[in-house]
């Protein structure tokens, strides 16, 4: 008799080595995601790392990989920003400004895609991942170029961490938008993506008694990102200048300005530190956060009930952020020195402006994580892959019963057991 076998198909989250009873189809290895962030400052880089977390919460195995790299861009983007931003924070704005015509995005990922996607689908290929996401805008417009050209079928994220809706961060070319404060058309509202950012037993006292600070000293942490970009030192002298006050300063990897700061005898109530790992500990040591770019620091002092107040923000995307948060209720935006003066003395700020941020930036983390709009992705990813397999079988059977009719009498039908034997007496 001829045994005739027929191999179906195996997607690739089918592991063939594991035994079931049921056969090696049921079992099935977790989803995978790819998770596509970059090094410009820490806050990309930290929504996706929570993202990751969220994800591992919900049974899914996802990476994190730099996508500038993917795209050979890390040293001109990072670099050049970060010049613009410390030394030319008016070209930054122009270009922010520009940068918001649809065309232009368009045209920009074409040419990501053209001439710098190749590394980034190698790279997605290797992951054998179900769906990807970006947290990066460059990122996410080289995915949509190569969407549109057809060279990508994986489905396909981007995450907003930012309150500016700035057409550059979305992409309706691609499968999902998910953003914290993008409430336009086309994007799905998400909880701010923060995990893990919890302070120590303790922390309050502790870190106060490290620094010096009395009990009874209003604590007000200033934060320029992991670069110190902005006016850290113009928000501390004024802080440094209240009665009842204490400032602690972060300059991060800006070791220039934590010389320059801790040598000015003038801040003596001021701490200054710089890159540091311990930021719950401080938030929690804290009463108030002054930042300048609305960014993941932001939403880090969202998720542990700390008041946010913006300060002389910083071109195109912090003043943007700025106007949008304090539209929407979750921080206070402060008129110069003199404004940034007058609020943090007015009773009223503390006892009522305060608390109000405090619950309108906690009605953020009511909304479903990333993770729950992402499952969606990977159903469909899944579903398409079943439609896949059985198409493939149905295929398969159809060929091999037209080799079996093309190349065998009736009464080979009977000698390789397709039908009874009686069938043909």
Known sequence: MLNLTLALPIHRNVDPDRH?????????????????????????????????????????????DDGLAMLGLSRIVVDGYRFQILHAAWSWRLMYRMSRHPRLIRLLGWWLSWHRGKRLLERIEESQCD???????????????????????????????????????????????????????????????????????????????????????????IVGGAWGVGNLEGAARVVDGLPGFHAIVVTGKNEGLRKHMAADHRLSHTSVLGYTDRMPDL??????????????????AFSTGLPVVMFDPLPGHGEDNSRHMANEGTIVLADGDQGLRRLLLDEDYWSVTALSTIEMASALFERPGAASHLEGLSIRSRSWIARRRVISVAFASCLLMGWVVTEHSPLDFGTVGLLPSHVFR
């Open 283 to 300: 938030m929690d040591a804290s009463d108030v956060l002054i930042q300048n770019a609305g960014g993941v620091t932001c939403l880090e």
């Open 20 to 64: 079931d009873s049921r056969g090696p189809l049921y079992m099935i290895t977790p989803m995978r995601a790819l998770i596509f962030s970059a090094p410009v400052g820490a806050g990309h880089d930290a929504a996706a790392r929570a993202v990751q977390d969220e994800l591992a919460e919900h049974g899914v195995e996802a990476e994190v």
């Open 131 to 221: 769906y990807v996401v970006s947290a990066y805008p460059l990122v996410s417009a080289a995915l949509a170029g190569l969407r549109r050209r057809g060279r990508l079928n994986v489905p396909c994220a981007t995450l907003i961490t930012d309150f500016d809706p700035h057409p550059g961060w979305l992409h309706p070319d691609l499968d999902a938008n998910l953003a914290v404060g993008h409430d336009v058309p086309g994007v799905a509202l998400i909880r701010p993506p923060v995990c893990g950012f919890n302070a120590g037993p303790g922390a309050r006292e502790r870190v106060r008694a490290e620094l010096g600070i009395p009990a009874a000293s209003k604590v007000v942490l």
